[in-house]
């Protein structure tokens, strides 16, 4: 078979660990790279609006801040675009709304919890980006064995086939952040090393059974992947001990 060619990454990994900060500063990136339509897509329009282009960080900083405002041309809030000085344009997109896109032509997209969203969502998407040498990104927390496993099991094996795609799953014995202080400023060791914590503590997650939040929901959102993995019967070497999408973020916005 024909090894494909196209840019596509999927992350799959548990609640909190960033992935739409992670994805949206990606994106920013992307769009001064090639000048083009961006979209950063979530599964309805108002959580666009409510998620990304009115909401924060955990830290209390606005998404849009994370774009310089060296960078910036003029914002629309009717449609929730910004276009940028260098001719590209980031827009926030909901897939329940993709009928009134018809003839848009994004080079780069983002599908924010993309199990979540409709199959045909990528359908519809997908020969858009085939046709202009767009990519993809799907980020989301696995909601058992749907299109977005289905997909996610694909692009493993493509991958494993020599695809240019970037893989990779995260659980909360994954993820890493550094530790701070109440002002917010880094704490190091004696050496001057920077220490790091767990996104999601073993204590949150004891919290979220004192709540009686069932334990089947709390495997399923936080360890449950390489559960899922292993019943598709694919080999991952995918796993990795990652703060990475945090620190990348930081220098994003330095």
């Not at 998620?51 to 910036?72: E, M, Q, V």
């Not at 080999?235 to 001990?241: E, V």
Request: glycine share 6%; proline share 5%; with cysteine.
């Amino acid at each position: 078979d024909e090894v494909p060619s196209r840019q596509r990454a999927f992350l799959l990994a548990h609640r909190r660990t960033g992935k739409d900060l992670l994805a949206w500063n990606n994106l920013i990136k992307e769009s001064q790279k090639r000048v083009g339509t961006y979209w950063h897509v979530l599964p309805l329009l108002n959580q666009a609006r409510k998620i990304i282009w009115t909401g924060s960080t955990k830290d209390g900083i606005p998404f849009l801040d994370f774009i310089p405002p060296s960078l910036i041309k003029s914002k629309r809030d009717d449609d929730m675009s910004i276009r940028l000085k260098n001719g590209s344009l980031i827009q926030l997109v909901g897939a329940d709304r993709f009928d009134s896109l018809v003839g848009a032509n994004p080079i780069g997209i983002n599908f924010s919890e993309f199990a979540l969203m409709k199959p045909s969502t990528w359908d519809y998407i997908s020969p858009i980006l085939n046709e202009n040498d767009g990519w993809a990104c799907f980020i989301t927390t696995p909601r058992g064995r749907n299109h977005a496993f289905d997909l996610f099991k694909n692009m493993v094996e493509a991958k494993q086939k020599g695809a240019k795609y970037f893989v990779q799953v995260l659980t909360v014995d994954d993820t890493r952040k550094a530790l701070t202080d109440a002002k917010g400023n880094e704490v190091k060791d004696e050496h001057g090393n920077r220490i790091l914590v767990p996104v999601m503590p073993p204590e949150a997650i004891q919290e979220q059974r004192d709540l009686n939040v069932p334990e089947e929901i709390i495997q399923h959102y936080f360890y449950q992947y390489a559960k899922l993995n292993e019943a598709a019967g694919i080999l991952l070497l995918l796993r990795s001990r990652a703060c990475w999408f945090l620190l990348w973020s930081r220098n994003a916005k330095n």
